[in-house]
């Protein structure tokens, strides 16, 4: 990906801060989470398909920065507007470590109603320790005791969602304990066909990612997770934190005290506006659900505590098709404030203290949809964001205040 802005010009910050960059080899280690099936043959190019496995998976996997450079001159090159070489990304080893049983699990009749079978909680039980043992095990190595997790979109493949994660790693400073949950997409059915295969996969994966962030949270030592999804990820994403929020909420916790969650990112979210509402606010919209022991529906209850943060760009072509595709009044991924409505630009204003709209205008590509990581000044605000936790409007975030929680993101030469 291109240098993100905030490590180019006159005012640059350093890449590495937290690492010394004279160690940084052109290897990113990541962990994974996939209910992808594996590949059936040997010789079949990536190690996952597009398929789905019922069961979920973890390892690590390598990916490659090329050609060889000395730690110091890959960091200088990573931030050069111009690069000198071209710094080329491709997938190394990735080794399984261990398997969760196959959903659903199976049940058998006990004295006192129904069980989990014995021999599949033993399963769960020793690869949710491994987890465990595996996260805490690179917590201790990391400058940051934090993780920042990634959830592709639609029609990536394993490769994809590998590489997309570890140059945004690399770009975060390599502080973070970095992840990925990938779900089965990537088929090569055709646009229709393909797609909504897609999309059945992602609503298969929100029980899978759901385990995935409780047990990442559950790890002793780890402070703070933040979680970036992109286009269809962020249905799946938001589908698991409403099944999350509920259970906090039920608990008479939050989001951020019971999963450790900080920063929520939406880039490019593939979802109607109101589909969007209905999940990230579910709690707020059922006064009837119990809040610890029973329900409170004029009572004050906690927020969330966590902060979420939307790319948005009317130059997204993908969504524009998806817009299409489902005769949606708009996805939130093209959301304009010059479009709505003085009723829906109130709603959005309500929803100001926990999340940001980021609009980004001009984004690159033919399809202009991976802007996040694709374009400096995009890229360099969710740097901004995630590795130095800055709100919005604060100085080091190029933005523009348009309506609350509506910002854009100035273009160059607007400073």
Known sequence: MPAPRLYTGAEAR????????????????????????????????????AERSHSLAWGSVDVEIGPALEGAELAAESVREERSVDLELSLGQATEKDRFPPVPYPVEASEGGVRRAPAAMDVHEQAARSLRAEVERRL?????????????????????????????????????????????AGGTRGLMAGYNVDRESGDFAVLHLKQTIRMLADTPGLERLHVLAHSRGTYVLTSALRELNVEAYIGGST??????????????????????????????????????????????????????????????????????????????????IREFTPEQAARAARIAFIADII?????????????????????????????????????????????????????????
């Not at 590495?16 to 010789?43: C, K, M, N």
């Not at 959830?151 to 973070?176: K, P, Q, S, V, W």
Request: net charge negative.
């Open 14 to 49: 350093p890449l590495f801060t937290a690492v010394d960059p004279a160690s940084q080899e052109g290897s990113i280690d990541l962990l994974y989470l996939t209910d992808r099936a594996p590949r059936a043959e040997a010789d079949e190019p990536l190690p996952y398909t």
């Open 140 to 184: 201790e190595s990391a400058p940051r005791k934090e993780i920042v997790l990634y959830i592709h979109g639609y029609a990536n493949t394993f490769e994809d969602a590998a590489l997309t994660m570890g140059e945004m790693c690399h770009f975060l400073g390599r502080e973070f304990v970095c992840a990925i949950f990938t779900w089965p």
């Open 255 to 336: 989001l951020a005290e019971r999963f450790k969650m900080r920063h929520i990112v939406l880039a490019a979210p593939d979802m109607d506006v109101d589909v969007a509402a209905t999940k990230v606010f579910a709690v707020a919209s059922d006064p009837d659900l119990p809040f610890g022991a029973a329900p409170r529906p004029r009572a004050s209850f906690p927020p969330p505590g966590v902060h979420i943060t939307v790319y948005s760009s009317k130059s997204d072509k993908a969504l524009g098709l998806s817009t299409w595709l489902f005769g949606s009044v708009l996805r939130l991924g093209r959301a304009d």
């Open 359 to 415: 609009e980004v205008e001009g984004t690159p590509g033919f399809i202009g949809h991976s802007y996040f990581k694709d374009d400096p000044d995009a890229s360099a605000d969710l740097i901004a964001l995630l590795r130095y936790d800055l709100a919005a409007g604060s100085p080091g975030r190029p933005l523009e205040e348009l309506q609350r929680p509506f910002w854009r993101i100035r273009p160059r030469g607007d400073d």
